[in-house]
């Protein structure tokens, strides 16, 4: 077990009432159809208790326990409701979830998903909104990957689950270059961090990676993670970091593969579009990991959405934000594959 799992037990002040009206404002410059899903919302993220660290890897089983079955209710209705089909499959030795749209045909292209959740908390059945979003307006096979959670898994295996799944899809016949890889908050760090693992480990790199909302940076670094602090309705920089410890070594947490920012952008990469709201504290790590891919001289794309919050189109799927931005990425993704 990790050693900082052990910490004492800890508990979030409560928000005075002007933190909570700042926090869960809804800005006057979003869609109609945005602002009134985001009341939504946020009128329930503003009753929620404030978080608790946990102390042993029970109590994180607890609140995964107690957090997942609201989202995998809303993860089912989303997938159900855009009639997209899932699979339980193992590739490569780790668990996954096929998800095909109603316009998948087999053989097409394939997309690698790897989840959100703080790299503690979900599953591939819990986060189905974004993949389901990218299978239906993509057509592609979504292959999410249910790697195993931190405190039981932490960044060198969770990094080689992805891998192994990886090169398993090589393996039995899919090419590099018909295949891309995206992931939304931890899972967009993950994704970009296990390509700079397989770039340097020799393996074939995919044709494409999407980052929504990507937690590249987890040593809590950057402007707007203390500007926004205040402001932003989703993230809790105490649970952050708690599940940032869970996951990997204090002494480590700037390994390019755990925080994706620090990458050797010198060698080859993928183009790479990154998502992000102007209402999230990993504003700056977008704009950051924006700046070293260009600086390696690689192709990449910063796509930035007014006033929305972490991972929206999970949030608002129907508010024109986030149709805008499942469409981008999917023709960032299909413009870059090859038949």
């Given amino acids: 077990m990790h050693k900082d799992v052990q910490a004492v037990t800890h508990t979030a002040p409560k928000l005075s ?31 929620s208790p404030s978080p608790t660290r946990p102390a042993s890897l029970a109590d994180w089983d607890e609140f995964n326990a107690n957090t997942k079955p609201m989202f995998e209710a809303l993860s089912t209705a989303t997938a159900d409701g855009l009639q997209v089909e899932r699979i339980d499959d193992v590739i490569g030795g780790v668990k996954v979830l096929r998800l095909r749209g109603a316009s998948f045909t087999p053989g097409n292209w394939r997309l690698v998903y790897t989840h959100g959740g703080a790299y503690t908390l979900f599953s591939a059945r819990s ?23 931190a405190p039981r898994g932490q960044w060198q295996q969770v990094t080689d689950e992805v891998i192994a799944v990886w090169r398993a899809l090589l393996g039995t016949g899919t090419r590099p270059q018909s295949a891309a890889i995206f992931g939304d908050s931890a899972g967009g760090g993950l994704a970009a961090g296990s390509v700079l693992k397989m770039r340097d480990q020799g393996v074939p ?22 500007t926004l602090a205040d402001f932003d309705p989703a993230l809790a920089s105490d649970f952050l970091a708690w599940a940032a410890d869970a996951y990997v070594d204090p002494d480590d947490q700037k390994h390019p593969y755990v925080s994706p920012v620090y990458g050797d952008y010198s060698k080859p990469f993928p183009p790479t579009l990154i998502q992000v709201g102007t209402r999230e504290i990993f504003l700056s790590h977008a704009v950051r990991h924006y700046q070293a891919i260009r600086t390696g001289r690689h192709e990449a794309v910063l796509d930035v959405y007014e006033g929305m919050p972490h991972v929206h189109p999970a949030l608002v799927p129907s508010a024109p934000e986030a149709k805008v931005a499942i469409e981008r990425a999917s023709e960032f993704l299909l413009a870059r594959l090859e038949r």
């Fill in 17 to 47: 009432d002007n933190a909570i009206a700042r926090r869960y404002h809804v800005p006057g410059t979003v869609s109609p159809e945005a602002a009134t899903a985001l009341a939504q919302a946020y009128g329930l993220m503003s009753q």
């Fill in 127 to 149: 986060t189905l909104m974004v993949p389901a979003l990218i299978a239906a307006q993509s057509g592609c096979e979504v292959i999410s990957i249910d790697y195993t959670l």
């Fill in 205 to 226: 790199l995919p044709a494409a990676l999407y980052l929504l909302s990507p937690w590249s940076d987890i040593t809590a670094t950057g402007d707007s993670l203390s």
